[in-house]
């Protein structure tokens, strides 16, 4: 197993102020009682992450990565290598915009006292981050104002064997509104690990639309949390989309805490290869008329594995909540496998809940009906696939990012060959 | 263009065809009537290279090549084209985006230049026109939502784009009222010319007052038992289907006798 000694040495080197250090030990040593998590626990029951153990992890060393070249990211974007921020390009001042270090300063600011560190929960990764993250990224929308560009995150790695913990916070006040991009990815021929946590305050009326990308090298293992409180008739919409990785696991633990709170969570996940990949999604209906729809699309090739597991729970006396939970997902080879686990906890009398879950392959008719038209098996095939997805890429279009995001998603797509616009 | 010899098919282990003979020449329709579970939608299935179908015995030339090692997509891009009876709902994919590829598909084996979008859309306006179709159809989902008539006229646009050599229509006449397969009609006869070839799928002669066919041809038992001119068609809406089945049986009878007696 990995030795202590690698994430002490990890600590060792973060330069914090002395009255975060204490709590970062604490963090810590809460972390090595417990150790990764193990396959005996339910949540981990599919994958493993022993081979963490095996990887010679190391925190990155500054200055050895090399910025890969920067795509156009349409929007205010700060953009992370190995955990440092190398460059920014925005015009939102420092207080709207800013890294999580230099938003906190010396001590937790009032408008962050309630949640940061406390809303992501005290789960051994979660604590590992919440010991060893550095810099990171604040997004603070003041009450009222609407951002009129997306901001965009950029978390990549470039160091062999190192361990990332991107950390984000987020705080939208009272009816602000904002189009938030995290985007993970990394050097395509080595192995990393990253360990992200995204804490997400939504005030009263408060609108948040955050897309999440996966898009890591299929030799990386990514274990991601983001845990999301929304407060009276607030609003968010996240498209989750995993294309690649060889463990890639995101969990998605939101609190509709509120009278009238509503939540939209689509995602595509794609496990191709040899791959492992899980969406964990865990929906607290606190309080009355809080409305949840849940639509994730699976696509799995070669011998490939996917899980899908979203737990909507309605607490008493939480009436008039409407929950929806739809899981589709598609398997392209024989060996591939996805399950999926909707599940409903409902302790309250006057709700409306469904949920559904369908696995199932590509239509053949309909790979007959176009290739009888002269398109070949294969880009028949992805057309399918294409389509198949289409459903839950709805936000591409409300946030004007389906130009941006399309190439990505089909290169992400298993076996693609040459594709039209 | 197109000669079948005695082709033999099977589908999970009955026999469907049973020796059909048919020849097509350019610019021939042909009409291939005869009632349910005749084999006629099998017929124009395995032209179009649909798995599944295991051929028994005998050939399929098409342009003087053998037909039948050829996937679905390279028929197509050799000039076939099959108007499906059921054509398929594919919720996500765009008409527009469906002709286009199909048609690039076909210009890209033929070595021409691709059609870009703008083009493309100059170029489906007048065929939209042709079938008395608006611009929503193009962007729409393939056949989501569309109703019966609809479907079938956006089979016929798919052949007004794809301009085949050699086109099949199965019972693409079923579930069309009268002003749907008067345009439906007007479509394909617009295609017809001199290089062309349509082979008609039906189980009523109704299409045939619109698309006047060269041969009649009527299926039974897997088999061409009369084949004729125009007339022919007529003669089977007066007396129906049953005395030809009789023909068949008895047909059969008679082998079966010869067989006993050898």
Not at chain 2, 138 to 167: D, T, Y
Not at chain 2, 175 to 186: F, K, N, P
Request: some cysteine.
């Amino acid at each position: 197993m990995i030795t202590p000694t690698a994430y002490r040495d990890a600590l060792s080197q973060i330069d914090a102020p002395n009255s975060f250090a204490a709590a970062r030990q604490a963090a810590l040593n809460a972390f090595l009682k417990t150790g990764l998590p193990e396959s005996r626990q339910e949540d981990w029951r599919y994958i493993s992450l022993d081979h963490l153990e095996r990887m010679p992890l190391h925190a990155p060393e500054d200055g050895l990565g090399i910025l890969p070249a920067l795509e156009d990211y349409p929007g205010a974007l700060l953009a992370y290598l190995d955990d440092r921020l190398v460059w920014q390009d925005t015009s939102l001042p420092p207080r709207v915009l800013d890294t999580l270090e230099n938003a906190i300063g010396d001590g937790i600011p009032a408008w962050a006292a309630e949640s940061f560190g406390s809303l992501a929960g005290t789960a051994s990764l979660t604590q590992l981050n919440a010991a060893l993250w550095r810099e990171g990224a604040c997004l603070r929308v003041p009450a009222g104002e609407r951002l009129r560009q997306p901001v965009f995150l950029r978390f990549a790695a470039a160091e062999a064997d190192v361990m990332l913990y991107p950390r984000v916070f987020v705080h939208m006040a009272v009816g602000a509104d904002a189009i938030l991009v995290e985007h993970f990815l990394g050097d395509p021929s080595i192995e990393y690990w990253q360990n992200p946590v995204a804490e997400i305050v939504l005030e009263a009326g408060a609108r948040l639309t955050h897309l999440r990308i996966i898009e890591d090298s299929n030799l990386a293992t990514h274990t991601g949390l983001s845990a999301v409180h929304l407060a009276r008739d607030s609003s968010y919409r996240a498209l989750n989309l995993t294309l690649s990785g060889q463990v890639a696991r995101h969990e998605l633990n939101l609190a509709l805490a509120e009278a009238g709170a509503e939540a939209r969570l689509d995602g595509v996940f794609i496990a191709a290869g040899r791959s492992r990949t899980e969406q964990h999604l865990r929906i607290a209906h606190q309080a009355p008329h809080g409305k949840s729809r849940t639509h994730y699309c699976g696509l799995a090739d070669g011998r490939g594995r996917g899980v899908f597991d979203a737990r909507v729970e309605v607490q008493a006396h939480a009436d008039g909540n409407d929950a929806q939970q739809t899981s589709r997902n598609l398997l392209l080879s024989p060996h591939a496998e996805i399950d999926a686990k909707p599940q409903l906890e409902i302790y309250a009398d006057d709700v409306k809940c469904s949920h559904s879950a369908t696995v199932g392959s590509l239509d053949e008719n309909a790979l007959f009906y176009l290739r009888s038209r002269g398109i070949d098996g294969e880009h028949a095939r992805h057309l399918l696939m294409q389509a198949f997805i289409d459903e839950a890429l709805g936000l591409l279009d409300d946030t004007g990012l389906r130009d941006w995001l399309m190439p990505r998603l089909l290169a992400g797509m298993p076996r693609v060959q040459s594709l039209e616009p | 263009m197109l000669q079948i010899h005695n082709l033999h098919v099977n589908v999970a282990g009955n026999d469907i065809l049973n020796g059909i003979d048919l020849n097509v020449r350019p610019g021939e329709v042909h009409a291939i009537m005869g009632p349910n579970g005749s084999g006629k939608s099998t017929l124009a299935q395995v032209l179009a290279g649909r798995d599944g179908y295991e051929i028994t015995a005998g050939s399929v030339h098409y342009l003087d090549q053998d037909l039948l090692p050829l996937t679905p997509e390279e028929r197509a891009r050799a000039g076939i084209f099959l108007a499906f009876q059921y054509p398929l709902e594919i919720p996500g994919v765009a008409n527009v985006q469906l002709l286009r590829t199909a048609l690039n598909s076909l210009r890209r084996a033929r070595g021409e230049a691709e059609m870009d979008a703008i083009d493309f859309l100059e170029f489906v306006k007048d065929k939209l026109m042709l079938l008395g179709m608006d611009d929503s159809f193009l962007f729409r989902s393939v056949n989501e939502g569309f109703s019966g008539g609809e479907k079938k006229r956006n089979e016929i646009l798919q052949m007004a784009v794809l301009e085949p050599q050699l086109a099949i229509l199965d019972e693409t006449d079923s579930g069309l009222d009268i002003d749907a397969l008067h345009v439906v009609a007007q479509g394909v006869n617009s295609l017809r010319n001199a290089a062309h070839a349509i082979i008609l799928v039906t189980h009523y002669q109704r299409l045939l007052n619109y698309i006047v066919p060269d041969q009649v041809h009527v299926l039974a038992g897997g088999r061409i038992v009369r084949s004729g001119g125009r007339e022919l068609a007529l003669e089977l809406e007066q007396k129906g289907y049953a005395w030809l089945e009789d023909k068949a049986s008895q047909a059969d009878n008679a082998a079966d006798l010869m067989e006993a007696r050898l």
